[in-house]
C-alpha cells in the first residue's frame, strides 16, 4: 500500500516569497490533515478535511496560509506571504474514517524561509 | 484547549536496557493516547495507542500505560535495540486519529550498542 506522498521535500523561499506544498493521501482515505512541526516541538493541527470539506481550521493563520482539497483527494497548502517563523516541516497526513481510525503521516516539506 | 508535557527530552541508554517516556495531559475529556515514532527526515509512524478504557497495551517490546485520574501516560520499551534510536512523540485527542492530535515537545532515544 502505497504511502501518503509529498511534494516537494525541502523548498527555501525568501521572507515575503509564496510557496505551495502538495499532498496524496492514501487511496481511500477520507480525512486529511496539515501539521507544522517547528524544529524541537511536536506537530501542530492546522487544518483538517473531511472529503472535500474542511472540519476545522481554527489553529490556521487565515491571513497567510490556505488549504484546498478540491476535488476530495489530494491537497495543498499556500503560504502567502512567508514569514521567516513560518520555516518549519509541514506534515501531510490521513486516515481512512474520521474520528476512528489511524493516521499515516507522510515524509513532509521542510521550508526554510530566510 | 489540551496541554501535553513529555519528560524527558533527552534519553540515553546501552543496547539491551529499558526505557521508559512520560507523559502528563491536561484535558480530561481527552480518551485517546497515541505515541509516534520520528526517524531523521521521516513524518511519524504509529507505535502504538491506548484508549481511555484500558490501563495498558503490550505489543511486543513496546507497551504503554495509562493513568486517567491522574492524567498521566507512559511509553515503555524494553530490550532496546539501535534501531530504537529516534524522537519519540506522545499524544492525546478526543478521538482517534489526528483528529486535534495535541503532541508533546518529544523524547530523543539514543540506544548505545
Known amino acids: 500500500e502505497a504511502g501518503v506522498a509529498q511534494s516537494p521535500r525541502y523548498k527555501i523561499i525568501e521572507k515575503r516569497q509564496s510557496v505551495a506544498f502538495w499532498c496524496n493521501p492514501i487511496?481511500?482515505?477520507?480525512?486529511l490533515y496539515w501539521y507544522q512541526q517547528i524544529l524541537g516541538q511536536g506537530p501542530k493541527l492546522l487544518i483538517q478535511?473531511?472529503?472535500?470539506?474542511?472540519?476545522?481550521d481554527s489553529q490556521l493563520p487565515k491571513d497567510r496560509f490556505s488549504a484546498e482539497r478540491l476535488k476530495g483527494v489530494d491537497s495543498t497548502l499556500k503560504i502567502q506571504p512567508a514569514k521567516l517563523e513560518d520555516s518549519a516541516v509541514y506534515l501531510c497526513a490521513s486516515s481512512l474514517v474520521f474520528g476512528r481510525t489511524e493516521a499515516f503521516f507522510g515524509q513532509g516539506t521542510r521550508l526554510t524561509v530566510v | 484547549g489540551e496541554n501535553v508535557e513529555q519528560h524527558p527530552s533527552t534519553l540515553s541508554v546501552q543496547e539491551g536496557d529499558s526505557a521508559v517516556i512520560k507523559c502528563t495531559y491536561s484535558d480530561s475529556a481527552s480518551n485517546y493516547f497515541p505515541w509516534y515514532k520520528q526517524e531523521l527526515g521521516k513524518g511519524p509512524q504509529l507505535i502504538i495507542d491506548?484508549?481511555?478504557?484500558?490501563g495498558e497495551k503490550k505489543d511486543q517490546r513496546i507497551a504503554v500505560t495509562l493513568n486517567k485520574t491522574a492524567k498521566h501516560f507512559s511509553l515503555h520499551i524494553t530490550e532496546t535495540q539501535p534501531e530504537d534510536s529516534a524522537v519519540y512523540f506522545c499524544?492525546?485527542?478526543?478521538?482517534?486519529?489526528?483528529?486535534?492530535?495535541?503532541f508533546g515537545t518529544g523524547t530523543r532515544l539514543t540506544v548505545i550498542p
Open positions: 499524544a492525546a485527542s478526543i478521538q482517534t486519529g489526528a483528529n486535534n492530535l495535541f
Open positions: 478535511f473531511q472529503n472535500n470539506g474542511v472540519v476545522d
Open positions: 491506548i484508549r481511555s478504557n484500558v
Open positions: 487511496s481511500g482515505h477520507a480525512t
